[in-house]
């Protein structure tokens, strides 16, 4: 099982593997947003992230003081499918532009259309 072959630590590296690769320009305008790395969702376990907060595009002067926005990356999840190490680099890093893409206003249908299901 690939769970057991790669250790929660190399799988926290892939995440700021993943983060390293957005643009600089990009990288910048993420504001207040927490990554983190979980085994897996209990309401849905086979969810692989998740964005929890308040868009740059839906932010007003009411989003000033606020906690930081959220994005969970789910381990077990990502592991359960792929097949190989090099398919969970690849889906971690699918899924870590999908879920900063949600901080940046972009939702689902979009995403599934430009290729980040």
Do not use: K
């Amino acid at each position: 099982m690939l769970s057991e072959r790669m250790p929660a630590s190399r799988f926290e590296e892939l995440v700021g593997d993943a983060l390293d690769q957005i643009p600089p320009r990009l990288a910048a305008a993420i504001d207040n947003v927490v990554v983190l790395v979980e085994p897996r969702n209990d309401e849905e376990p086979s969810l692989l992230g998740l964005y929890h907060g308040i868009a740059l595009t839906e932010r007003d002067s009411y989003y000033a003081g606020s906690l930081p926005d959220t994005i969970t990356i789910y381990r077990e999840a990502i592991l359960d499918i792929c097949e190989t190490d090099a398919d969970v680099v690849e889906e971690v890093a699918i899924t870590v532009i999908h879920e900063i893409a949600h901080h940046f206003g972009i939702d689902d249908d979009r995403l599934h259309e430009l290729g980040w299901g």
